[in-house]
Every structure is written in C-alpha cells, then in structure tokens.
C-alpha cells in the first residue's frame, strides 16, 4: 500500500481570514488520507503595529499555538498548500520572506517535483486576489514545482469565480468566511491530495 501524502498547508494571516481557510484545507486533506501540517509563518510587523488593531492583536493570541513554518516542512511534504491576504495585490511580506529562506533547498533541487497551490483573502473584490496568485505561483515555477489549481474542475468554482485558488472577500473585515469559500478550499484541498497521490505513485516506480 502506498504511505499517505504528506501536506504542509503554510500561510499568514493578520486578522484570521486565511487562518481559517488554511484550517479548512488541512481538515479537509486529512480527512482525505494526507498526513498534514498546519503552519504559520513568522510574524515581521512590530509589536506595536500588531496592539494598534483590535483584530490583528486577538488573531496573533488566538493563533499562539499554531507552530511556524520552516523550510524543513517544505522538504518534508510532497504537496503545499501557501496562504497569503493580499498586500497591494502581491504577497505578503511575512510569506515572501518564508519562499526567501528556501534557496538552499532550491539549491539542491528540493523543492522540485512537489506539489504546489494557493489560496488568497482580500478586503475588497477585484483588490488583487488574482494578481497575488500568480506572483506567488512565479517562485513556484522557479522551485519546478507542479501548480495545482482548481480550474473550473467542479461546481463550487463557478460560484466562488476564482479558478487560481480558493479566494475570499472580508469586506473590511465584515465578511466572515462562509459556505462558499468553505466548499471551493474543501475541492481545492481534496484536488491536491488527489493529484499529489497519484505524482507520489508515479514517482516511485
Ligand atoms: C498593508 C495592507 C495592504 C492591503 N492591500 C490590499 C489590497 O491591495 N487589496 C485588497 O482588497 N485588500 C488589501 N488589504 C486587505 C487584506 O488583504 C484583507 O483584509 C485580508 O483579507 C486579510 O486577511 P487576514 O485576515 O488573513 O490577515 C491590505 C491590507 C493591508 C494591511
């Protein structure tokens, strides 16, 4: 029998809308048989840019226990699953800095022949979910990683509209994250561990 795919699902969040969405993806892919990692990444902003907002300070308490991401868990995996809010249409910095910590593994050609896929929040539509996908799948092109997106490959993505990665509107934070956004990470995480398992099976024969 083949040993389960291993996902590390490794994103940053602020206010908690991709933290939500990276839980999502990780309950869903374990429940598809991956072996999985739910991880941050290191927090850059200043303590005090952190305590001047309400949402960002209980996010940063409430997400405490949630270990951070290091290069190591990109080695390990066989799919990731990178989370990102948008900053201006590109990613966010605390993640940029992650994907720039993994040179050495790229060095080696370690970050090759994985699995990769995206997901993104913005405050407002049309605010550059789409464009904060493709900046993050340009590194993954350098990595000769594989970019598993969702496509129109079920219903869901004709109603959520975003065929680069599951994508979600807060609407200046007035938006929790709902069925939609639910039911386009559940296909996305489910595509990933399917499409990973079979690269996994295929490689090692
Ligand atoms: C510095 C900064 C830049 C942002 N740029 C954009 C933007 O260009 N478009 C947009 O729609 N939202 C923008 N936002 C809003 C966040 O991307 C959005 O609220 C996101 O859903 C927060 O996700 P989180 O709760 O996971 O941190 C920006 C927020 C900050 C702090």
């Known amino acids: 029998m083949s040993t389960p795919v291993k996902l590390a699902v490794i994103y940053y969040s602020s206010t908690g809308f991709s933290a939500e969405i990276a839980r999502e993806i990780a309950d869903t892919a374990e429940k598809a048989g991956a072996e999985v990692r739910l991880l941050k990444v290191a927090e850059l902003a200043p303590e005090a840019a952190i305590a001047s907002n309400e949402?960002?300070?209980?996010?940063a308490a409430a997400s405490a226990d949630i270990a951070e991401a290091t290069p190591d868990d990109v080695e390990w995996a066989d799919a990731v699953v990178f989370g990102t809010p948008t900053r201006f249409g590109?990613?966010?910095?605390?993640?940029?800095?992650?994907?720039?910590?993994?040179?050495?593994?790229?060095?080696?050609?370690?970050?090759?022949?994985?699995?990769?896929?995206?997901?993104?929040?913005?405050?407002?539509?049309?605010?550059?979910?789409?464009?904060?996908?493709?900046a993050l799948y340009n590194s993954i092109h350098h990595f000769g990683g594989l970019i598993v997106s969702p496509g129109y490959t079920d219903a869901v993505k004709f109603v959520d509209g975003n065929p680069y990665g599951t994508s979600h509107v807060d609407a200046q934070g007035n938006n929790p994250i709902g069925d939609t956004t639910r039911d386009a990470a559940r296909h996305q995480a489910q595509r990933v561990v399917r499409i990973a398992t079979a690269l996994k099976a295929g490689l090692a024969v």
């Open 55 to 59: 949402a960002w300070a209980a996010h």
């Open 90 to 134: 590109n990613v966010a910095s605390q993640l940029k800095q992650f994907l720039d910590q993994l040179g050495g593994l790229w060095a080696q050609g370690r970050l090759a022949d994985k699995v990769y896929s995206g997901f993104v929040t913005t405050g407002t539509q049309h605010g550059g979910q789409e464009s904060t996908l493709l």
